[in-house]
């Protein structure tokens, strides 16, 4: 008998937290966000929006902010999106529309990361956007507020890229059209129209007619389900293990993890308690006797930030656990094949990697090790996984990182039994 543990919950989703704030931002009057998460990625997005002249006050756990597109003022310095990918690449689509010259930077991880695929589409709206050489941050944006609507095709699958673009066709004169790669998380598309935006599908296109003020709004940021992964996972790892989570966000873009813990063998109930612009309700996962499972290319962008646990979780499981058509891993907050095959490799476990993904053989017998994280979240708390489902002793050289997206992590961990 498993005694009854409480129901848990994890920070509110980053991805929902980053565009909600710049919603707000953009919209007449006072929007009120609840559970908006205190990781330091969305700190980044607050802070960088402060720079930008948007006034935002704490009333208890909401955060009001005060938006209005008219009042963004260009920041007197670079803006630091710190780690955050989100905030930097969706930021740049905002501003490129808007009469702002803005210089944008971040950490050292941050530099190192593609800038031309937001550069290159939002081109098409007249913006200069100026890159370093290697196509990286610091990169400075002159927006140009008289842009007209654009047809644009976005080739990379990736919702930031995809944002870029609907941010910045909110600024432009006519309609902008977005084709090609847009099946990707659609949370942009979803607050659009809780925040009163007019944004529709034509046959295989998105198009927005511009432009389009935001109207303010209220909104609960559910549970983070990319956060709520790694403890789901360490009941999944662990026979008779279990946890619940409450008030985790259910958007069908995003759960493909679930099916996948269901594929490995883990027992998956999911009951969704909230509709609204982005659904929600409760996960509960049991562990089981697990067997290996094969991720296809196609199911890569649904399962991005999840695909290091996936990697662990093959540790545990019965067979070859395989991931492929995932090279987007390389320029991830590190280089995720590389970190997760060192770090998968410095606990006994048989990894092989490929240009574009990687296999791991189990079940492995793990021991205690070191970790290298390269500062990356996500291998943090993958690795901090395996150490609890195992019983070994992992020693992360840089725990602090998980503070990006979960802080907490570690004492949330300890309530999986
Ligand atoms: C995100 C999109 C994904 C994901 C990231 C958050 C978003 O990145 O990895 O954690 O909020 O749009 P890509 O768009 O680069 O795939």
Do not use: W, Y
């Not at 670079?78 to 950490?107: E, F, K, M, Q, Y």
């Not at 607050?191 to 209220?218: I, K, M, N, S, Y």
């Not at 929600?280 to 199911?299: C, K, T």
């Not at 646990?309 to 058509?325: C, K, Q």
């Amino acid at each position: 008998m498993t005694a009854t543990i409480p129901p848990m919950t994890v920070p509110g989703d980053k991805s929902i937290a980053h565009r909600a704030l710049m919603l707000a931002a953009l919209a007449q009057g006072e929007s009120r966000l609840f559970n908006l998460p205190a990781g330091l990625d969305v700190r980044s997005t607050q802070r960088a929006l402060g720079a930008l002249g948007v006034t935002m006050r704490r009333e208890g756990d909401v955060l009001v902010v005060s938006g209005g597109a008219g009042t963004l003022i260009a920041p007197p310095e670079p803006i630091d999106c710190g780690n955050s990918g989100t905030t930097i690449r969706l930021l740049t689509g905002l501003l490129a529309t808007r009469a702002i010259v803005a210089t944008l930077d971040g950490d050292a991880s941050l530099r190192a990361r593609p800038m031309r695929r937001v550069a290159a589409p939002l081109a098409a709206f007249g913006a200069r956007i100026e890159l370093s050489p290697a196509g990286t941050a610091p990169l400075v944006v002159h927006g140009n507020a008289a842009a007209r609507g654009a047809a644009v095709a976005i080739e990379v699958p990736s919702a930031q890229v995809k944002s870029a673009v609907l941010f910045a066709a909110l600024g432009a004169h006519g309609p902008t059209r977005l084709t090609g790669q847009l099946a990707t998380r659609d949370h942009t598309e979803r607050l659009f129209e809780a925040f009163g935006v007019r944004c529709r599908h034509d046959g295989d296109a998105l198009v927005v007619e511009g432009p389009q003020t935001p109207q303010a709004t209220q909104l609960h940021v559910p549970g983070d389900l990319s956060s709520a992964a790694f403890l789901l996972a360490a009941a999944a790892a662990v026979p008779g293990a279990h946890a619940t989570l409450d008030d985790v966000g259910l958007n069908p873009t995003r759960t493909a993890f679930l099916d996948v813990l269901r594929r490995f063998g883990a027992d998956v109930e999911v009951s969704q308690t909230s509709t609204g612009p982005e659904p929600h309700g409760r996960v509960s996962v049991r562990g089981a006797r697990l067997s290996a499972v094969v991720i296809a290319p196609g199911e890569v962008p649904g399962l991005i930030d999840e695909l290091p646990l996936v990697g662990v979780l093959g540790a545990f499981a019965h067979g070859r656990t395989s991931v492929s058509g995932a090279a987007e891993l390389r320029v991830k907050e590190s280089d995720r094949i590389d970190t997760f095959a060192h770090a998968a490799r410095a606990l006994g476990i048989e990894v092989e990697t490929a240009p574009d993904g990687f296999a791991v053989r189990g079940p492995a017998t793990l021991h205690d090790g070191a970790v290298v994280t390269a500062g990356d979240h996500r291998i943090a708390m993958a690795f901090a996984v395996a150490g609890h489902a195992a019983g070994i002793d992992v020693r992360l050289d840089d725990p602090d990182c998980m503070a990006v997206s979960f802080p907490g992590f570690a004492r949330a961990l300890d309530g999986v039994r």
